[in-house]
């Protein structure tokens, strides 16, 4: 009898576990975890390849690579935030688009966005600042195409603009209980506006003209996904480029910035996912009005170029420094990211060569006046750091 009762008084805690633990994961006990990921600028701009391996601007010696670690890694589809050419011209987009075609062979996405270089064709708008071979070469980003790979729910700003549509876009993925929405937002000259600014970048449909759009797509109450994530190519305040998302420098704009961040805080947006700066490093960056924060990634590059950060007492950051929370960083390195989406928790892990200390352009990788100067080495990527969070309030 003593037996008897042990056993049932076992089961009984056991039955109690199982739904705790389904209750952390998000409710959905058979959902399984899953994982995305996230891949930065891919310019090639050593001057000379002698391999040959990196045409028209593209470094596919170090995409064919990084493709390799994804479909290991068995990923369900890949971002890359911005900068997928040098140059921005139409063969230069085709050619990031065929370097894809591994990820695709293995049944994972890949959904791009624009960066500063792929609007770089010249003359200026020539070939309407890159937006027609983004969209022949990657229309899944306006759910079309068959390469979708369970993404769904697609969605653009096309009521502030039909230049937008498949630009600046969102989608879903995963089970109930499991999924998350990705915002990714696209800022560049279009034909429809081009905005020319003093820091360099030329700017289109800004941050202010599609917010609406930005907060209606991260709605928690609407949205239907238990998480969702926001990219875009430049940062909220970055290392080395002083530019930032609000259509200017960092200190541009400030009500805008305010409503942006907000938006995220709001509905539990724990990540700003970005590249521009071609550096790993992890902030938390405070809004002007100090109200609202958000942990800001940008992203290593996967690219022959590198950056180093500029002083925080640089003019040009203009005091915004004081808003940002350094959390990690490590520069001159070839990185990508793995985020693991597990009911109410993701996890975020960076690998990054084992190498480092790589030089840019003409130097690239070790140099100047070494043999193997332009020639992209095999890269041994290992796990350099892990974080992440939980909707439970643990």
Not at 159 to 183: A, C, H, I
Not at 264 to 269: A, K, Y
Not at 296 to 310: E, G, H, N, R, V
Request: negative net charge; hydrophobic residues 30%.
């Amino acid at each position: 009898m003593k037996q008897q009762v042990n056993k049932l008084f076992c089961l009984r805690v056991l039955f109690v576990l199982t739904v705790v633990l389904s209750m952390f994961r998000g409710g959905s006990a058979g959902a399984e975890p899953w994982r995305f990921a996230v891949m930065s600028d891919t310019q090639w701009t050593a001057p000379t390849d002698p391999a040959g391996k990196n045409p028209n601007g593209v470094a596919v010696s170090i995409i064919d690579q990084i493709n390799k670690k994804f479909i290991e890694a068995g990923v369900k589809f890949v971002i890359q935030v911005g900068d997928l050419t040098e140059n921005g011209n139409d063969a230069d987009m085709a050619t990031r688009a065929a370097a894809a075609e591994p990820l695709y062979r293995a049944g994972i996405g890949f959904f791009p966005m624009r960066g500063n270089h792929d609007i770089a064709a010249k003359p200026e708008g020539v070939n309407q600042y890159g937006i027609t071979a983004f969209r022949q070469s990657f229309p899944q980003t306006r759910g079309q195409g068959g390469r979708l790979y369970g993404a769904g729910n697609f969605n653009s700003p096309i009521s502030v603009s039909t230049d937008l549509d498949g630009m600046s876009y969102s989608f879903d993925y995963g089970e109930p209980g499991n999924s998350s929405r990705f915002v990714i937002i696209d800022n560049w000259a279009a034909p429809g506006k081009r905005v020319p600014h003093e820091n360099g970048c030329t700017y289109g449909y800004s941050v202010n003209d599609q917010q609406p759009w930005i907060s209606s797509r991260l709605d928690k109450k609407k949205r239907g996904t238990t998480h969702a994530f926001v990219f875009s190519h430049q940062n909220l305040i970055g290392e080395n480029h002083q530019d930032s998302i609000f259509t200017g420098y960092t200190d541009a704009n400030p009500e805008w910035q305010n409503a942006f961040f907000a938006s995220l805080q709001e509905n539990e947006v724990k990540y700003y996912i970005s590249g521009h700066d071609h550096i790993h490093q992890r902030s938390v960056i405070t809004s002007p009005d100090g109200a609202s924060k958000v942990e800001q990634l940008i992203c290593a590059p996967d690219s022959s170029k590198f950056y180093t950060p500029k002083p925080a007492i640089d003019p040009k950051w203009f005091g915004q420094k004081t808003r940002e929370e350094s959390i990690s960083q490590e520069m001159y390195t070839i990185g990508y990211y793995l985020f693991t989406v597990d009911g109410l928790r993701v996890t975020v892990d960076y690998y990054s060569d084992d190498h480092g200390k790589w030089q840019s352009d003409g130097s690239y990788p070790n140099g100047p006046n070494l043999p193997d100067t332009g020639i992209t080495p095999t890269f041994n990527f290992v796990k350099k750091e892990t974080w992440g969070y939980t909707l439970s309030g643990n």
